[in-house]
Nanobody, 121 residues
Framework: QVQLVESGGGVVQAGESLRLSCAASGDIFRINAMGWYRQAPGKQRELVATVTQGGSTRYADSVKGRFTISMDNAKATVSLQMNSLKPEDAAVYYC???????????????WGQGTQVTVSS
C-alpha cells in the first residue's frame, strides 16, 4: 500500500559524486517529511539529512557542505546529492518518510529497503 523505493546507489571513487533518489508511492494523503539515514558495518544507524514538507532541511555535521537534500512534493520523491564522497561515507543508505495514509488520521514513519553506497580510496 505504501512503498519507498531507493535508487542511485553504487560504487564510486573518493572525491566523486553520487545522487540517490527515493520515490514514495501508494495510498498517501500527505508527506510531512522525508530523509536519508545510513548505517555502516558495526555502527549505529545515523541521520544524514532530512527535509520537511515546508522545505526546512537538516544535515549531519559530517556531510554538511557536501550533501544536498531536496524533496518534490508533487512527485513524492526525495533526492540526496552527494559530492566529494569520502570512504567514511560508505554505508547502506535508507530512505525515510513520515506520512499520513489516506486510510488513517495519523502519520507514521516508513522506510525503504536500503541502497548500498561504496566509496573506494
Amino acid at each position: 500500500q505504501v512503498q519507498l523505493v531507493e535508487s542511485g546507489g553504487g560504487v564510486v571513487q573518493a572525491g566523486e559524486s553520487l545522487r540517490l533518489s527515493c520515490a514514495a508511492s501508494g495510498d498517501i494523503f500527505r508527506i510531512n517529511a522525508m530523509g536519508w539515514y545510513r548505517q555502516a558495518p558495526g555502527k549505529q544507524r545515523e541521520l544524514v539529512a532530512t527535509v520537511t514538507q515546508g522545505g526546512s532541511t537538516r544535515y549531519a555535521d559530517s556531510v554538511k557542505g557536501r550533501f544536498t537534500i531536496s524533496m518534490d512534493n508533487a512527485k513524492a520523491t526525495v533526492s540526496l546529492q552527494m559530492n566529494s564522497l569520502k570512504p567514511e561515507d560508505a554505508a547502506v543508505y535508507y530512505c525515510n518518510a513520515n506520512l499520513r495514509r489516506r486510510t488513517t488520521l495519523y502519520s507514521l514513519d516508513f522506510w525503504g529497503q536500503g541502497t548500498q553506497v561504496t566509496v573506494s580510496s
